[in-house]
């Protein structure tokens, strides 16, 4: 079944340091691509999306790209601050109704 | 904001006893969802509604039930519950077909089964 696997955590990085986070899928067909993110407390919501090969979804300074070829959909900032400490998930649909996401990974940048 | 409230929020319980978990919307949206959310496993889909009375299972459903008689609730009920029910559970909901579109979640009930 399709399914997405994302680089284990916890990251731990310094303010304005670069940010990269893999993600992987695996899929029949032409699925969307999504990243969601979840602050302390909160529940997810979503920070970018992408719908077709070769997209680019951004949002807030983040981007990852839809690579059809590599099959992954790699999210990026170029300088994080300590606002950006969080859990990120990708996630892959539709999956039948469904939504599958990745283990999440956490992200904490120290001042 | 989705307007999208779980209650409660918090609810510490022993085993073998119900538990009824409420998701309440207003944005009329077809699609709700109950995942529960536990370290190292990400997001896990329990059961989905794409409609009124129209419910299926997701990936861990066991022990898990749901009910939808009106758009805006979706109940998630444990008949007896357990410790491996320990978890953060969120409600989410969707207007397009879940996957297409964007989801909506809720702030997340703990629940703790002692």
């Known amino acids: 079944g399709n399914s997405v696997t994302q680089m284990e955590g916890p990251v731990t990085l310094s303010e304005e340091a670069f940010l990269t986070i893999n993600c992987t899928y695996t899929?029949?067909?032409?699925?969307?691509l999504f990243w969601y993110v979840q602050y302390p407390g909160e529940g997810l919501q979503l920070l970018l999306k992408?719908?077709?090969?070769?997209d680019k979804g951004s949002n807030k300074g983040f981007e990852a790209t839809y690579r059809k070829e590599t099959t992954s959909f790699h999210l990026e900032k170029g300088s994080v601050q300590v606002s950006d400490s969080a859990v990120y998930f990708c996630a892959l649909g539709p999956n039948d109704y469904k939504l599958s996401f990745g283990a999440g990974t956490t992200v904490t940048v120290r001042a | 904001d989705a307007g999208i409230t779980q209650s409660p929020r918090h609810k510490v319980t022993e085993t073998g006893t119900p538990v009824t978990l409420r998701c309440h919307q207003t944005e009329n949206h077809r699609y709700m969802y109950w995942y529960r959310q536990d370290p190292g496993h990400g997001l896990r889909l329990i059961h989905y509604s794409y409609g009124v009375k129209d419910t299926d299972k997701g990936e861990v459903s066991d022990g898990y039930s749901v009910s939808r008689s009106k758009t805006e609730d979706f109940l998630l009920t444990l008949e007896s519950a357990t410790s491996s029910q320990t978890s953060v559970y969120f409600c989410a909901i969707s207007e397009s077909r879940g996957g297409t579109g964007e989801l909506f979640f809720g702030e997340g009930s703990r629940l703790t089964v002692l």
């Open positions: 899929a029949t067909g032409y699925p969307s």
């Open positions: 992408a719908t077709k090969a070769d």
